[in-house]
């Protein structure tokens, strides 16, 4: 089984990547999707979170907001949350693979947004970088709801920068449109599965 680290920065198109990934048939793991779960209401991350960050349970679950005011411009808390988190992503990630072993799967994709910047590259067979210009990131990032300046620059400042994801990459997915995203995937999964 081959197993595809798919990552890139903020607004760089990696929904979209992992989306046509799994709309071909290549199982996912969202690590994004993972600590949703965990931080939902029963999920294994609301307790050690809740007595790290004192009033950022509400309801039974993380209030996401909250935590992010919390860690937000904090190194140390930021370090504290994910040594709280990573374990629990990783865990989930353990058993996504062994069901896929299972399950004789011939690729697998791990869509992690910090891939490179936590060393994760040691945990897959290639990886993957999606990659769009600097100027259509920053109008994509924009786009979305809630989303400002400051919030942009230090999501920014936790990521690798482009050009350093692009060369550490075994294979550079352009983003600049839907068709070239579905069109490279195509491409990548026939070129590992060959004739």
Same mark, same amino acid.
């Given at each position: 089984?081959?197993?595809l ?10 929904s979209?990547?992992?989306?046509t ?14 600590v949703h ?33 919390a860690? &937000? ?6 370090? /504290? =949350?994910?040594? !709280? ?5 990783? #865990?989930? *990630?353990? @058993?996504f693979?062994?069901?896929a072993r ?5 690729i697998?994709?791990l ?15 290639r ?12 109008v994509?990032?924009? &786009? ?6 400051? /919030? =942009?620059a230090? !999501? ?5 920068? #482009?050009? *350093?994801? @692009?060369?550490r ?15 490279g ?11």
């Open positions: 089984m081959i197993v680290g798919l990552t890139g920065g903020i607004g760089m198109g990696k979209t990547a992992s989306t990934f799994r709309r071909l048939g290549v199982p996912v793991f969202d690590a994004d999707a993972a779960a965990l931080q939902a209401k029963g999920g294994r991350a609301v307790a050690p979170i809740g007595a790290a960050f004192p009033g950022t349970i509400v309801d039974g679950r993380v209030d996401r907001e909250a935590l992010r005011r860690v &937000l411009g904090k190194p140390d808390a930021l370090k /504290r =949350l994910e040594r !709280i988190v990573h374990p629990l992503v990783r #865990d989930e *990630e353990r @058993r693979l062994a069901a299972r399950a004789a799967k011939r697998v994709v869509d992690v947004p910090l891939l490179l910047e936590t060393g994760g590259e040691k945990r897959v067979d990886v993957v970088v999606v990659s769009a210009p600097a100027a259509v990131q920053r994509r990032v924009l &786009l979305r709801g809630g989303m400002t300046e400051e /919030r =942009l230090a !999501i920014r400042a936790r990521q690798m920068p #482009d050009r *350093e994801k @692009r060369s990459a075994t294979h550079i997915l352009e983003t600049l449109s839907l068709d070239a995203v579905r069109a995937v195509r491409a990548l999964i026939g070129y590992l599965t060959g004739p």
